[in-house]
């Protein structure tokens, strides 16, 4: 009799997940955690400022920025990270839509992942047809990111973005800036959700009743 119990208890927590599955659930986990990261740090872009300080951008935040001394009205350098004010503060318009393109695919990619990890755990999170549609949701947020990494380099004309790269920087053109880490990240967290997508077809097989 207790054998048979714990062999229920343990049919009903097992998962449902394919070995493809499990690794799906890895991955889809490790695609949101990109796409979070890279979505709040900003260090997609490195300049430096007039006093040789670095700069670092990303979509909605800064690090390292001028801003006017009420007390001594001269500019001095806050060297913190902080978002912008309100969202129109954003210096370029086409940073404002990277932010809402990379935010609502890293915020996709975060509750497919979740769904995929509790998968690994409990039966019937995620049906065979369930999989797939997740698989199309990481379709979708991995092109919204990817669209969003492709846009970012359109605001590299914006004045703050000029200040820290130098006169020649504009759309698609550095100038004395260089592309850091978490932008690269972000690119991982769109290749990544990619290929979730694929492992997502085979992520999950049909339930089986057993008749006693």
């Given at each position: 009799m207790y054998s048979e119990n714990s062999g229920k208890a343990y049919s009903t927590?097992?998962?449902?997940?394919?070995?493809?599955?499990?690794?799906?659930?890895?991955?889809?986990?490790?695609?949101?955690?990109?796409?979070?990261?890279?979505?709040?740090?900003?260090f997609w872009l490195q300049g430096k400022l007039h006093n040789n300080t670095?700069?670092?951008?990303?979509?909605?935040?800064?690090?390292?920025?001028?801003?006017l001394d009420s007390?001594?009205?001269?500019?001095?350098?806050?060297?913190?990270?902080?978002?912008?004010?309100t969202f129109?503060?954003?210096p370029s318009v086409?940073?404002?839509?990277?932010?809402?393109?990379?935010?609502?695919?890293?915020?996709?990619?975060?509750?497919?992942?979740?769904m995929a990890i509790l998968a690994c755990c409990i039966n019937d999170v995620i049906s065979p047809m369930g999989s797939k549609i997740a698989g199309t949701v990481q379709f979708i947020a991995g092109l919204l990111i990817a669209t969003g990494c492709c846009l970012y380099p359109n605001g590299w004309d914006s004045h703050e973005v000029i200040l820290a790269c130098g006169p020649e920087a504009g759309p698609y053109k550095l100038g004395e800036c260089t592309l850091s880490w978490a932008?690269?990240?972000?690119?991982?967290?769109?290749?990544?959700?990619?290929?979730?997508?694929?492992?997502?077809?085979?992520?999950?097989?049909?339930?089986?009743?057993?008749?006693?």
């Open positions: 927590m097992s998962s449902k997940l394919t070995s493809v599955g499990i690794v799906w659930a890895f991955v889809s986990f490790i695609s949101s955690g990109l796409a979070c990261t890279g979505f709040y740090l900003p670095d700069t670092y951008f990303g979509t909605f935040r800064q690090c390292n920025f001028p801003r007390e001594t009205g001269r500019m001095r350098i806050v060297e913190e990270c902080g978002r912008y004010t129109h503060d954003i086409y940073w404002q839509v990277v932010t809402v393109l990379v935010g609502v695919g890293a915020g996709l990619l975060v509750v497919v992942g979740f932008y690269y990240v972000t690119i991982g967290a769109a290749a990544t959700s990619l290929l979730s997508t694929c492992l997502s077809f085979h992520a999950s097989h049909r339930k089986s009743t057993n008749i006693s």
